[in-house]
Nanobody, 124 residues
């Protein structure tokens, strides 16, 4: 399964970015789709997940991004988005999209497939 993440870049504090992750239609239909990030020298951490429709389609967020980030799916475009607003320097990281069939898709080890990552840098 190939996941393709894009949309990263350099943004000033307080700015916004939208990340995209394209995946095969069957993957989007059958898997929970999550976003993770990894800052230099730190472990990869959970950011957000959009559960598959068969599991209710609920979304969940890490406390550090709740209220600022929104995850969504566009099944017609085979794409999952991460809309990031009010960005902070602490959000600087490589962001990864991933697909999971695990009942608890909140951990790195819960995910079966990973995209290549896209760099987000928040700096003035």
């Amino acid at each position: 399964v190939q996941l393709q993440a894009s949309g990263g870049g350099l943004v000033q504090p307080g700015g916004s970015l939208r990340l995209s992750c394209t995946a095969p239609e069957r993957t989007l239909r059958s898997y929970h789709m999550g976003w993770f990030r990894q800052a230099p020298g730190k472990e990869r951490e959970f950011v957000a997940v959009a559960k598959r429709s068969g599991s209710g389609g609920a979304t969940s967020y890490a406390a550090s991004v709740k209220g600022r980030f929104t995850i969504s799916r566009d099944n017609a475009k085979n794409t999952v988005y991460l809309q990031m607003s009010n960005l902070e320097p602490e959000d600087t990281a490589v962001y990864y999209c991933a697909a999971s069939v695990n009942v608890s898709p909140y951990y790195v080890h819960s995910y079966n497939y990973w995209g290549q990552g896209t760099q987000v840098t928040v700096s003035s």
